[in-house]
């Protein structure tokens, strides 16, 4: 397999939202909510103090520009009220009232500036990555993309070839629907074009405006969660066939794996008010399926030298910190402890999705790792399905 990469360049969401803000919020929002006595416990259980955002909580709770009256329509209600016996002076006081009702905010509202805001970020850590290769946007074959929160088409693949200016013989390779295994899996399949031709140069982006998945209207529990992990992040990285200078990481093998029939468990879907991300209780379960998988494909893979391989650094993004406990409690116990420090460190900031496997590798990077050292990735998504990717630090 051999693909080497170069370290990634990471942006985070410039504006902070502290989660004493969102639990303010969200409390005045829905006090009488089933789980409103228990918030601040909920809140705490996270981790997580402060993440970082694209565009600030202001713009998640703003109402939209129109008012609520233009769901049925001024002449509509209207006659409604008029067939109700309502006199004039009654009707036109009635719609007054109603027009100042604002609306919430329309998909296109929402999702518009973010959107704008995942290019920005995306070009911001391409050109970051492409600096820290060595590298002009010229000596670029093939640009690998991925955004899920934030559906468009031409989408981020055809927005980064026009700011980067790119060939017009790059290969364009844009992955909307990875989510959150797209750190592994876009360097898995980097990996694979870098095989086929050594000289070929690839361009991994990812960009994640996932802040767009807070619908302030939602009352469930699993909105309020949602809430509360979620960070908008960039990260991008250079994948070559040949070692260059600046190449940290070797790469030598990829694992793929899906769990059956699991597909309702997490997924995206858009309302009249946006994006929702959806989670059912039974997801971290099949998550660790295939965890318990990926421990099964190391152990066949050294299983001539069982006793003394391990992985000196794990990183892994497998959603939640319940799946990072049961990884420490299921590996084996002849590894050395600290494995997932690097991950834990990460969620401390927020859940990044796809873009959280660059932002851990980033941490181990600037922590120091001896050449030598053998590291893990690991990332799942919804589906479910996973992908980890084993190899050496150069």
Same mark, same amino acid.
């Given at each position: 397999?051999?693909?080497?990469?170069?370290?990634?360049?990471?942006?985070?969401?410039?504006?902070?939202?502290?989660?004493? !803000?969102?639990?303010?919020?969200?409390?005045? !929002?829905?006090?009488? +909510?089933?789980?409103?006595?228990?918030?601040?416990?909920?809140?705490?259980?996270?981790?997580?103090?402060?993440?970082?955002?694209?565009?600030?909580?202001?713009?998640?709770?703003?109402?939209?520009?129109?008012?609520?009256?233009?769901?049925?329509?001024?002449?509509?209600?209207?006659?409604?009220?008029? !067939?109700?016996?309502?006199?004039?002076?009654?009707?036109?006081?009635?719609?007054?009232?109603?027009?100042?009702? &604002?609306?919430?905010?329309?998909?296109?509202?929402?999702?518009?500036?973010?959107?704008?805001?995942?290019?920005?970020?995306?070009?911001?850590?391409?050109?970051?990555?492409?600096?820290?290769?060595?590298?002009?946007?010229?000596?670029?074959?093939?640009?690998?993309?991925?955004?899920?929160?934030?559906?468009?088409?031409?989408?981020?693949?055809?927005?980064?070839?026009?700011?980067?200016?790119? !060939?017009?013989?790059?290969?364009?390779?844009?992955?909307? /629907?990875?989510?959150?295994? +797209?750190?592994?899996?876009?360097?898995?399949?980097?990996?694979?074009?870098?095989?086929?031709?050594?000289?070929?140069?690839?361009?991994?982006?990812?960009?994640?405006?996932?802040?767009?998945?807070?619908?302030?209207?939602?009352?469930?529990?699993?909105?309020?969660?949602?809430?509360?992990?979620?960070?908008?992040?960039?990260?991008?990285?250079?994948?070559?066939?040949?070692?260059?200078?600046?190449?940290?990481?070797?790469?030598?093998?990829?694992?793929?794996?899906?769990? &059956?029939?699991?597909?309702?468990?997490?997924?995206?879907?858009?309302?009249?008010?946006?994006?929702?991300?959806?989670?059912?209780?039974?997801? &971290?379960?099949?998550?660790?399926?295939?965890?318990?998988?990926?421990?099964?494909?190391?152990?066949?893979?050294?299983?001539?030298?069982?006793?003394?391989?391990?992985?000196?650094?794990?990183?892994?993004? &497998?959603?939640?910190?319940?799946?990072?406990?049961?990884?420490?409690?299921?590996?084996?116990?002849?590894?050395p402890s600290g494995l997932l420090d690097y991950s834990r460190d990460s969620y401390t900031s927020g859940n990044r999705g796809g873009?959280?496997?660059?932002?851990?590798?980033?941490?181990?990077?600037?922590?120091? /790792?001896?050449?030598?050292?053998?590291?893990?990735?690991?990332?799942?998504?919804?589906?479910?399905?996973?992908?980890?990717?084993?190899?050496?630090?150069?």
């Amino acid at each position: 397999m051999a693909a080497y990469l170069c370290p990634p360049a990471v942006i985070h969401g410039e504006h902070a939202v502290e989660t004493s !803000r969102i639990v303010a919020e969200v409390r005045d !929002r829905h006090p009488h +909510a089933a789980w409103a006595p228990r918030i601040d416990g909920i809140a705490a259980s996270t981790g997580i103090e402060t993440r970082g955002w694209m565009l600030p909580l202001e713009t998640a709770v703003a109402p939209g520009d129109g008012s609520g009256l233009q769901t049925v329509g001024i002449g509509t209600a209207q006659e409604a009220l008029a !067939r109700d016996g309502f006199t004039q002076q009654d009707v036109d006081r009635v719609i007054a009232a109603l027009d100042a009702i &604002p609306a919430p905010q329309t998909v296109q509202e929402r999702t518009a500036p973010a959107w704008e805001a995942v290019q920005s970020y995306g070009e911001r850590a391409a050109r970051g990555a492409l600096q820290i290769a060595g590298l002009d946007a010229s000596d670029i074959d093939c640009l690998i993309t991925s955004h899920s929160t934030t559906p468009a088409l031409p989408g981020l693949d055809i927005a980064l070839a026009n700011k980067l200016a790119l !060939r017009d013989d790059v290969m364009l390779l844009p992955a909307t /629907q990875w989510a959150c295994v +797209a750190g592994t899996r876009s360097l898995a399949l980097a990996a694979d074009l870098v095989a086929a031709d050594p000289d070929r140069v690839v361009l991994v982006v990812i960009a994640e405006a996932l802040s767009t998945t807070y619908q302030p209207a939602d009352d469930t529990l699993e909105s309020l969660i949602v809430r509360l992990l979620f960070a908008d992040t960039a990260v991008a990285a250079v994948v070559t066939g040949r070692r260059r200078r600046e190449s940290v990481l070797r790469l030598d093998a990829a694992w793929h794996h899906t769990v &059956p029939d699991t597909q309702d468990l997490h997924c995206l879907e858009t309302r009249a008010d946006g994006t929702h991300f959806v989670m059912d209780r039974r997801g &971290p379960r099949a998550v660790q399926e295939t965890v318990t998988a990926m421990w099964e494909w190391l152990r066949v893979r050294y299983q001539d030298d069982p006793d003394s391989w391990h992985p000196d650094v794990l990183l892994a993004h &497998p959603g939640g910190t319940r799946v990072l406990e049961y990884m420490e409690q299921t590996m084996p116990d002849a590894w050395p402890s600290g494995l997932l420090d690097y991950s834990r460190d990460s969620y401390t900031s927020g859940n990044r999705g796809g873009a959280a496997v660059f932002d851990i590798l980033r941490r181990a990077h600037d922590a120091g /790792q001896k050449s030598g050292s053998r590291a893990v990735l690991y990332a799942a998504a919804p589906g479910l399905t996973a992908t980890a990717l084993e190899g050496e630090w150069l």
